[in-house]
């Protein structure tokens, strides 16, 4: 019924940047809140960024001044733009929204995850 597909994980040096995207499809009707959270190996996923569906913007304190959400809501996608990248970064990256279906249902809906590797 919905879907989202992220993409543009990748391996970079310390210090580097990379920008994920995560687009949603299929039956919407409205995309409330967005967001981003990570896994690394071992440990628990963890909420990276939030994005209201006005704008609102909020980050955990280890990725401040790093890293930018964003949103496109013509194209029902967000954007994770990360710089200054450090190896404590490296994890599988997740996104999330909150969806309104044409059906009226409102669902909590994941991506499949990209991975980024912060390594020399």
């Known amino acids: 019924q919905v879907q989202l597909v992220e993409s543009g994980g990748g391996l970079v040096q310390p210090g580097g940047s990379l920008r994920l995207s995560c687009a949603a499809s299929g039956s919407i009707r409205e995309i409330y809140i967005m967001t981003w959270h990570r896994q690394a190996p071992g440990k628990q996923r963890e909420l990276v960024a939030t994005?209201?569906?006005?704008?609102?913007?909020n980050y955990r304190d280890s990725v401040k001044g790093r890293f930018t959400i964003s949103r496109d809501k013509v194209n029902n996608t967000v954007f994770l733009q990360m710089n200054n990248l450090k190896p404590d970064d490296t994890a599988a990256y997740y996104c999330?929204?909150?969806?309104?279906?044409?059906?009226?249902?409102?669902?909590?809906?994941w991506g499949q995850g990209t991975q980024v590797t912060v390594s020399s």
């Open positions: 994005i209201t569906a006005d704008g609102s913007t």
């Open positions: 999330n929204a909150n969806i309104r279906t044409g059906s009226g249902s409102v669902l909590s809906s």
